[in-house]
C-alpha cells in the first residue's frame, strides 16, 4: 500500500529557515499537502501542490516537489517561534480517491 | 475559514462507561473521517463515510462505532470504555466538489482519559 515516510524531529534557531523532508511511495499520487497541527489543536492545511507542479510559493513557504524521486519538501523561510508544530505530509490519488495518506509528522522546535 | 466542532474536548471517565463524542460540520462536506491519534503524533484512521447512511472502518481496528443520519453530524460511540481507549480523537470533513483539491478540515478534537 501507499506509504509516506517523515524525519520525527527537526531543531532549528530562530530567524534559520526550516527544511522538512517527506518521501512517498506512490506514483499515482495527484494531490500533496502539508499540515500543521499546534499544541492541542486539530491538523489545519499549510498549503498543498498538484503532481504536475515542481514548486509552490506562498510567502514564508516554499513547496518543492521531486516526482521522480517521490520527494516532498516544505522550506519555512525565517523560522518563529510560533513556527514550533506537528508538520504532517499528505499524498492523495486523484479520481476517486477520498482517502488521503499522511505521514508519521514532523516535530519542529524554534529555539531562540 | 473551517467550521467543524468537535464536543467535548477533554473527558476523563471510569471503565465501563459509554461515551459518545459529537462532530459537527456547517460546510456541507458530504465526506467526513475518524481519527485516533497516538502520544507519538501518528494519525490512524478509524472511520469515515462518503455521505448520509455511509460508514465504513479504517485502516486501526477500532471497538468504536459510528452512525451519519444527517450531513452535518458524524458522532462516535463507544459502548464500554476501557483505559486502552484513552488518545485524541480528531474528526475531519472534506469536499470533492470541482475546484476542490479534497484537503481535510479538522475540528479541535477531543482528549479521552478512560480510567
Known amino acids: 500500500g501507499e506509504d509516506v515516510e517523515q524525519s520525527l524531529f527537526l531543531s532549528v534557531r530562530e530567524g534559520d529557515s526550516s527544511v522538512i523532508n517527506c518521501t512517498y511511495t506512490d506514483s499515482s499520487s495527484t494531490y500533496l499537502y502539508w499540515y500543521k497541527q499546534e499544541p492541542g489543536a486539530g491538523l489545519q492545511l499549510l498549503t498543498y501542490i498538484f503532481s504536475n507542479m515542481d514548486m509552490k510559493q506562498d510567502q514564508r513557504l516554499t513547496v518543492l516537489l521531486n516526482k521522480k524521486d517521490k520527494h516532498l519538501s516544505l522550506r519555512i523561510a525565517d523560522t518563529q517561534t510560533g513556527d514550533s508544530a506537528i508538520y504532517f505530509c499528505?499524498?492523495?490519488?486523484?479520481?476517486?480517491?477520498?482517502?488521503?495518506?499522511f505521514g508519521r509528522g514532523t516535530s519542529l522546535i524554534v529555539h531562540p | 475559514e473551517a467550521d467543524i466542532y468537535q464536543t467535548p474536548r477533554y473527558l476523563v471517565i471510569g471503565t465501563g462507561k459509554k461515551i459518545t463524542l459529537e462532530c459537527s460540520q456547517t460546510m456541507g462536506h458530504d465526506k467526513m473521517y475518524w481519527y485516533q491519534q497516538d502520544p507519538g503524533m501518528e494519525l490512524h484512521l478509524i472511520h469515515y463515510?462518503?455521505?448520509?447512511?455511509?460508514?465504513e472502518k479504517g485502516d486501526l481496528s477500532s471497538e468504536s462505532t459510528v452512525s451519519r443520519i444527517r450531513t452535518e453530524h458524524f458522532p462516535l460511540t463507544l459502548e464500554s470504555a476501557r483505559p486502552s481507549h484513552t488518545s485524541q480523537y480528531l474528526c475531519a470533513s472534506s469536499a470533492f466538489d470541482r475546484g476542490r483539491t479534497g484537503e481535510l478540515f479538522f475540528g479541535e478534537g477531543s482528549r479521552l482519559t478512560v480510567l
Open positions: 463515510s462518503y455521505g448520509v447512511n455511509s460508514t
Open positions: 499528505a499524498e492523495r490519488e486523484g479520481g476517486g480517491s477520498y482517502i488521503p495518506t
